[in-house]
């Protein structure tokens, strides 16, 4: 699969609210007994789903369909399993809006060609607010412009700069970019003294 | 990149360096290959830990593209999430996790990577075995795909959990694509109370600083008490800075590192060790090195610590109250009241007194032999109750054989403990250890999100093994202060 440039993306909206939803929540740990991350999608947050007993955002009938998933501070904190993004991926999910992101998960994102953008307080206070009025809406996310607009407005969307880079530029595999090192690689291990045994 | 490496001499290295630097900076510089286009920077990873829940899919994903591991003599696998922890013998009773024990043999076999299996004598929780068999050292980079790889950096590596597709970068290229962290220090003054360890030191710095206030960070831990701390407990708190939303956490090696390392499986050996000892040192931080910031946190003051909530950072002195709601800032509000709510708790209620179902000894966190060996003490003064079922779960079978040796699980089994065989059990719901409905579990592990345990009703508190010792012997929360 060759990596594809994201330098837009338009869609609908999921609103999830809540701060420092962690990485068991999102996919819980007993569907982590896998070989594959084929089959994880339906999984995505299965215990909250069960005990909201129909009224998660992610079954709302409304929000069907939707591909941004719009979450609050420190979204995918804890562990740091890939299977999290895996399962939002194969939900549906092509990019997460949010007020701030856990590394770790904002680097597996990023290794998956998923952006994780931030939006300032208010503005995100507003899109959540908009899209939960009107999920039907549209909303466009540039990453050329740092611009997302929804019908609560065109605002400022955050991105770091190094990802966004991969993103716009198609080069979120990183396995590609690093074997195109070469030798250097063995260079910077050779001056390693562990990589030689102290000799 | 200056050619240096054409430069590099048989004779004696020498390692002074100009400029003062932390050790991340010093480690950050030693291993950087070269910047990317991208601004990120690729950067060796001297040590490559794996197991069976994160590296399936990035072998499949090398095959898919027909590529080779490039160092398979930096990477080393062992199994601790999926496996059984009573019986361990095979093929395993749950389909997948043999399914997955399968998968690891293979694709380590193939690629010709060592593999701590049961069998071994080796095999144990990743974190647990790094360090014990000296894989871990100062001044390395490690990876490994679990977040608790932070853990290492109790010997002054830099240590990086990553996913699964970094998995796959690494065993393709022995490199990451990273940006790099701002170092805060964080000096942990004066001297820990009797029945005060390291889990509560760490727990103490995530209240503080909160559970994201590491994101973008590495935090370097020292201080007076963090020099008195033995390796095993630097483990403890480097292990929890991920809970604290820093990747990275370590501690700068010392005599008592040097210590912990000489002789064991995978340190160098003879003059060998002398010159790695002189390298070592020479990666510490300079004592003028320049942070992004420093905190200072009182060690006179911290208390034996339990969290009452659903992340690391809702927790209390075990003498306090739950917080009231007047006194959490508005925007937590809603967190706070999910909180409660999840854990069946009050407001301004005191934690000591709550009745538990579950004790759980065991994790990367508090696994190791000083945490049995503690955790016994309190287990001698009398019996598990009644209604509480508790369990003692060795970080490795090293760990398990120490142990033994010294008779601490005849003393866990006289008082009423199941004495289980190594793995990670019932710190995540993979293997058959697991809380069932509401059950509330007193913890020595790293976290307690809704759900972790196993049962998405289930209930988690987290403390330091003693205390949880000391829960199971009153079938409630109580200050293990009381039994020491
Ligand atoms: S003991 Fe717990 S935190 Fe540690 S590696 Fe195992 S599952 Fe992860």
């Not at chain 1, 530029?169 to 690689?185: F, N």
């Not at chain 2, 019986?87 to 293979?106: I, K």
């Not at chain 2, 499986?265 to 992004?292: I, L, N």
């Amino acid at each position: 699969m060759a990596p594809q440039a994201v330098e837009r993306i338009t869609g609908r909206g999921c609103v999830l609210r809540g701060d420092d939803i962690d990485t068991d929540r999102i996919i819980p740990a007993r569907f982590l007994r896998c070989v594959t991350f084929d089959g994880l999608g339906e999984h995505a947050f299965e215990d909250d789903r069960e005990q909201a007993k129909g009224n998660h955002p992610l079954d709302n009938e409304d929000m069907a369909g939707a591909n941004i998933l719009i979450v609050g501070e420190n979204f995918g904190c804890g562990s740091s399993r890939e299977h999290a993004p895996q399962s939002l991926l194969r939900f549906g999910f092509q990019a997460f809006v949010g007020l701030s992101f856990a590394e770790i998960f904002a680097g597996n994102c990023t290794a998956l060609g998923l952006p994780c953008i931030t939006l300032d307080k208010h503005d995100l206070a507003a899109l959540m607010d908009s899209v939960e009025l009107d999920p039907s809406q549209e909303i466009v996310i540039d990453f050329r412009s740092d611009q997302l607009t929804s019908r609560a407005g065109t605002v400022k969307a955050h991105q770091r700069p190094g990802p966004k880079k991969q993103l716009i530029e198609g080069s979120w595999d990183a396995t590609a970019i690093l074997i195109e090192a070469g030798q250097e690689i063995e260079a910077t291990a050779n001056q390693l003294p562990y990589v030689r045994n102290f000799q | 990149m200056a050619p240096e490496h054409t430069r590099c001499a048989p004779e004696r290295p020498s390692y002074s360096q100009a400029v003062s630097k932390s050790l991340f900076d010093k480690v950050w510089d030693t291993h950087s290959v070269r910047e990317l286009p991208n601004g990120q920077t690729q950067l060796f990873i001297g040590l490559h830990l794996i197991h069976e829940v994160t590296s399936p899919q990035a072998f499949a994903m090398l095959r898919e593209r027909g590529l080779e591991v490039r160092f398979p003599e930096r990477t080393f696998a062992t199994v601790d999430h999926i496996i059984p922890t009573q019986s361990q013998a095979r093929p395993l009773a749950d389909d997948l996790a043999e399914s997955m024990m399968v998968a690891l043999e293979r694709n380590t076999q193939q690629r010709g990577i060592p593999l701590f299996d049961p069998e071994s004598g080796d095999q144990g929780i990743v974190h647990v075995v790094g360090p014990e068999l000296g894989l871990t050292q100062p001044g390395m980079t490690i990876a490994c795909g679990d977040s608790h790889t932070s853990t290492h950096g109790a010997f002054g590596a830099v240590a990086f959990g990553i996913g699964t597709s970094q998995v796959r970068d690494i065993l393709a290229t022995q490199c990451l694509s990273l940006d790099r962290l701002k170092v805060r220090r964080i000096e942990v003054t004066g001297a820990l109370r009797p029945g005060v360890y390291a889990k509560d030191v760490i727990l103490s710095i995530i209240r503080r600083l909160g559970v994201k206030g590491g994101v973008g960070h590495a935090y370097e831990y020292a201080g007076d008490v963090v020099d008195a701390m033995s390796l095993e407990q630097r483990m403890t708190l480097c292990n929890m800075s991920i809970e604290g939303g820093a990747r990275v956490g370590y501690v700068n090696p010392d005599e008592k590192t040097f210590e912990y390392l000489r002789g064991r499986r995978y340190a160098p050996q003879g003059d060998a060790f002398d010159r790695a000892v002189e390298w070592w040192r020479s990666m510490a931080s300079d004592p003028d090195a320049a942070y992004a910031d420093r905190i200072t946190i009182d060690g006179n003051v911290i208390e034996p610590t339990v969290t009452w909530g659903i992340n690391p950072g809702q927790n209390i002195g075990v003498n306090e109250n739950i917080p009231l709601l007047s006194d959490v800032p508005d925007d937590e509000r809603p967190g706070f009241a999910e909180a409660l709510d999840h854990m069946q708790l009050r407001a301004g209620q005191a934690i000591v007194g709550t009745p538990i179902n579950v004790a759980f000894i065991g994790s990367c966190t508090n696994g190791r032999l000083s945490d049995l060996r503690e955790a016994a003490e309190v287990a001698k003064r009398g019996h598990v109750a009644a209604n509480v079922k508790a369990l003692v779960v060795p970080g490795s079978q090293d760990v398990a054989r120490q142990a033994e040796a010294e008779g601490l699980d005849e003393i866990f089994r006289a008082a009423g403990f199941e004495w289980r065989k190594a793995g990670c059990s019932m710190c995540l719901a993979m293997n058959p250890d697991k809380l069932k409905g509401d059950e509330l579990c007193a913890s020595s592990s790293n976290r307690n999100f809704k759900g972790r345990q196993g049962s998405p009703m289930g209930r988690t508190l987290l403390m330091s093994p003693v205390m949880v010792a000391a829960a199971a012997l009153d079938g409630k929360v109580v200050d293990a202060r009381e039994y020491l």
